[in-house]
């Protein structure tokens, strides 16, 4: 892979799109703006790895949705040049994560939210991540805004350790009701599909709330209202939402306009998550 991607990169240009895998319209999405990057000569290499370094002990691993054959189609129609799919003994020695001893761990970005509720998940995300670099050497690399706090962290890493090429963030892909895309929603019954629809309904409340008052609002204040309004749903838990500053992730103590929210809602056995700017 690495000799045909500096030939690639040297020759044209060169976008990844790194997956999990089971793609949706979001993730197809990101193909066509890797390919605006790279413009019609380059390449796009789209990624597909479950990582098992980004997963908890108790977390869906093992479950998480896998079909090759339908994301190699999708990616053919996509226009997708290469599907890079690694497998776990390419990624780490003899495939076990336990054997392997050298991490990338940003420090500050990754503490708050997902890294607080997961306390694992961001070392594994940005090795490997940064072993996809490594590997593919892409100019470009396109990551989508539903994992917000994710793509700010990888970012980071990019700037950090010097690597060589453009992190671009597309805007979260949503169904037409509102729910984000995500290969996790295989999961939820109609049901608990409906149910998942609280997430951006929060969403929408806070940015109502913020219009209406036409000033800030404290910020623990609508966590208390917001976690009885996701728990009147039978099916939902809140694990937390946060209002932060969209560059720094710095929490924020007034939620006004241009704030920016996440929040992250088991529906069932099922995690979801989402985010927004309040406009």
Same mark, same amino acid.
């Given at each position: 892979? /690495? !000799?045909?991607?500096?030939?690639?990169?040297?020759?044209? =240009?060169?976008?990844?799109?790194?997956?999990?895998? &089971?793609?949706? %319209? =979001?993730?197809?999405?990101?193909?066509?703006?890797?390919? !605006?990057?790279?413009?019609?000569?380059?390449?796009?290499?789209?990624?597909?790895?479950?990582?098992?370094?980004?997963?908890?002990?108790?977390?869906?691993? $093992?479950?998480?949705?896998?079909?090759?054959?339908?994301?190699? @189609?999708?990616?053919?129609?996509?226009?997708?040049?290469?599907?890079?799919?690694?497998?776990? *003994?390419?990624?780490?020695? !003899?495939?076990?994560?336990?054997?392997?001893?050298?991490?990338? *761990?940003?420090? $500050?970005?990754?503490?708050?939210?997902?890294? +607080?509720?997961?306390?694992? #998940?961001?070392?594994?995300?940005?090795?490997?991540?940064?072993?996809?670099?490594?590997?593919?050497?892409?100019?470009?690399?396109?990551?989508?805004?539903?994992?917000?706090? /994710? +793509?700010?962290?990888?970012?980071?890493?990019?700037?950090?350790?010097?690597?060589?090429?453009?992190?671009?963030?597309?805007?979260?892909?949503?169904?037409?009701?509102?729910? %984000?895309?995500?290969?996790?929603?295989?999961?939820?019954?109609?049901?608990?599909?409906?149910?998942?629809?609280?997430?951006?309904?929060?969403?929408?409340?806070?940015?109502?709330?913020?219009?209406?008052? =036409? @000033?800030?609002?404290? %910020?623990?204040?609508? @966590?208390?209202?917001?976690? /009885?309004?996701? *728990?009147?749903?039978?099916?939902?838990?809140?694990? &937390?939402?946060?209002?932060? *500053?969209?560059?720094?992730?710095?929490?924020?103590?007034?939620?006004? !306009?241009?704030? #920016?929210? +996440?929040? %992250?809602?088991?529906?069932?056995?099922?995690?979801?998550?989402?985010?927004?700017?309040?406009?």
């Amino acid at each position: 892979m /690495q !000799r045909l991607a500096q030939k690639w990169r040297r020759e044209n =240009g060169l976008g990844l799109v790194p997956t999990m895998g &089971y793609l949706h %319209a =979001g993730h197809l999405s990101l193909v066509k703006l890797a390919r !605006r990057q790279v413009g019609p000569n380059g390449r796009v290499v789209l990624s597909i790895y479950v990582n098992p370094a980004q997963f908890g002990p108790n977390e869906d691993f $093992s479950r998480y949705p896998r079909d090759l054959t339908r994301d190699l @189609k999708l990616c053919r129609s996509a226009g997708v040049d290469v599907v890079f799919a690694p497998s776990d *003994e390419e990624m780490y020695p !003899r495939g076990d994560v336990g054997a392997f001893s050298t991490f990338v *761990e940003e420090q $500050s970005l990754s503490q708050a939210m997902e890294g +607080a509720s997961r306390p694992t #998940h961001f070392r594994g995300v940005t090795t490997v991540v940064a072993k996809l670099f490594n590997i593919v050497l892409p100019q470009v690399a396109v990551f989508g805004a539903k994992d917000y706090q /994710q +793509a700010t962290v990888i970012k980071r890493m990019v700037r950090d350790l010097n690597f060589p090429l453009k992190i671009i963030v597309a805007p979260t892909f949503r169904e037409p009701d509102g729910l %984000a895309m995500s290969s996790r929603n295989k999961y939820l019954t109609e049901d608990l599909r409906a149910q998942a629809l609280i997430l951006w309904r929060s969403i929408q409340k806070v940015g109502a709330a913020v219009r209406q008052s =036409g @000033k800030s609002i404290p %910020a623990l204040r609508l @966590k208390t209202e917001l976690k /009885q309004f996701i *728990e009147r749903e039978p099916a939902a838990k809140l694990d &937390y939402v946060e209002f932060f *500053e969209s560059d720094t992730l710095l929490p924020a103590a007034k939620v006004r !306009r241009g704030t #920016h929210m +996440a929040l %992250a809602v088991l529906i069932g056995k099922t995690r979801l998550i989402d985010n927004a700017r309040i406009e």
